[in-house]
């Protein structure tokens, strides 16, 4: 009768520990939730909070059974032993997979990255639609989705964060004058963050950083615009565009020509 009361005492016991539990991360998640801005940080926070959860659930019913095991008279030492041996067989074949969730759970402790995001990861680029303890799944530009194990991801190139730079260079000839070019370049920037469609995604001045080369027929001047990220390509397009257009009213001969450089 006692082993009876002690196995009752025991299950309720570990009943109020997971509900304990399960409030305590309910209450820790609320906390969170409040205090983030970005909505995007929701997912992760699902995330951690069911890896959590379902952690402490098997850890207090293993618990749990054992104790009740050992009321009953049945010893759980051959049982742990046989687990153990068990346990080292499977962790072999399974080192992939712990690997993979370790590291999914790291990258989310961290924020290296969150859904909606363009990153390159494990020599793939893409916008990341989902990411889970086991893989992260992300779109290219053709539209192929690939499924990258966490595991084997060692650096996160994220381009998704804070700002970008767009970066353009331009040939002028070397019998130009370089300040009239500078002079069109910093009037086009200005007149970009004045205009509603690409104001807003532009941060701040043009940024000219001079003479990057220079060739027998052409000298390259490169500038650069610090904008909100993924917006390098279209600021840059719309730049290049009012340069040449710039460039071609000038009555003096045309001043320039445009190279395309990286985005």
Known sequence: MASVLHIILIWLLAGILLLVTNNALQVFRRYVVGRIANPSDYRRIDTLSGVFRHAAVFIIIGVALMLS?????????????TAGVAGIAVGFGAQSLVRDFFSGLFL??????????????????????????????MRD??????????????????????YAFAVIDINV???????????????????????????PDILDDIDIA?????????????????????????????????????LD????ERTADIDSPQE
């Not at 390098?232 to 730049?239: H, I, L, N, S, Y």
């Open 210 to 246: 001079g003479v990057e080369k220079v060739d027998d027929a052409s000298v390259t001047v490169r500038c650069r615009l610090k904008v909100m990220p993924l917006k390098q390509g279209p600021v840059r397009r719309e730049f290049l565009r009012r340069v040449q257009s710039a």
């Open 249 to 252: 009213a000038l009555p003096a």
């Open 108 to 137: 989310l402790i961290e924020n290296q990255v969150s859904e909606g995001e363009m990153i390159e990861a494990a020599g793939k680029t893409g916008y990341v639609e989902e990411v889970t303890l086991r893989h992260i799944r």
């Open 69 to 81: 095991l050992t009321e009953i008279g049945i010893s759980i030492t051959p049982m742990l032993a």
């Open 173 to 199: 000839r070397r019998r130009e004058n370089l300040d009239r070019a500078f002079a069109v370049m910093r009037d086009v920037g200005n007149g970009m963050r004045k205009d509603p469609l690409f104001g």
């Open 141 to 162: 530009d053709d539209g192929s989705v690939h499924f990258i194990p966490n595991g084997i991801i060692t650096t996160v190139t994220n381009r998704s964060r804070e």
